[in-house]
């Protein structure tokens, strides 16, 4: 059975192995106090808010999310990162992590949930295909450090 749940400290060394196989595949490298950084600010559900997907107790997948305002809007919705573990992928868990942001940001009366992916991505391009729109957009990212 599957629970989505807030992220509980006990979920720390499952959630390490994650997030590290998430910036793997992305070929992103962090140190470990940049994931303790993170950790604290998630477990702090302040700024970050972050969930868990649960099959048995085990945490088989994540998300992060954050709210912001635009110039049009306040209180928007960013799904910065979505996360499900390689055997457990097919089995719904990406559609329900999604679905309970999609919620969280309702409750909140945030008037749009977006994210971004590679194009690569095509397993995830699959499934958002089916629960969004693109949006037709092209991100440029410019460093400053």
Not at 21 to 43: G, S
Not at 61 to 71: P, Q
């Amino acid at each position: 059975m599957l629970e989505i749940s807030p992220m509980q400290e006990n979920d720390r060394s499952q959630w390490d192995k994650l997030v590290r196989e998430y910036m793997a595949f992305y070929k992103t490298v962090r140190t470990d106090a940049e994931y303790d950084a993170l950790w604290q600010r998630i477990t702090a559900n302040r700024e970050i808010h972050s969930v868990g997907a649960r099959i048995s107790g085990v945490l088989v997948g994540f998300s992060h999310y954050l709210y912001h305002s635009s110039c049009w809007s306040s209180d928007v919705c960013y799904l910065q990162d979505l996360f499900v573990d390689k055997e457990s992928r097919g089995r719904g868990i990406g559609r329900a992590l999604i679905e309970h942001v999609a919620w969280q940001a309702k409750l909140k009366e945030s008037p749009r949930l977006y994210w971004l992916t590679h194009s690569s991505n095509e397993v995830a391009r699959a499934l958002y295909d089916k629960v969004a729109s693109l949006a037709g957009f092209i991100r440029y990212e410019k460093s400053l450090v």
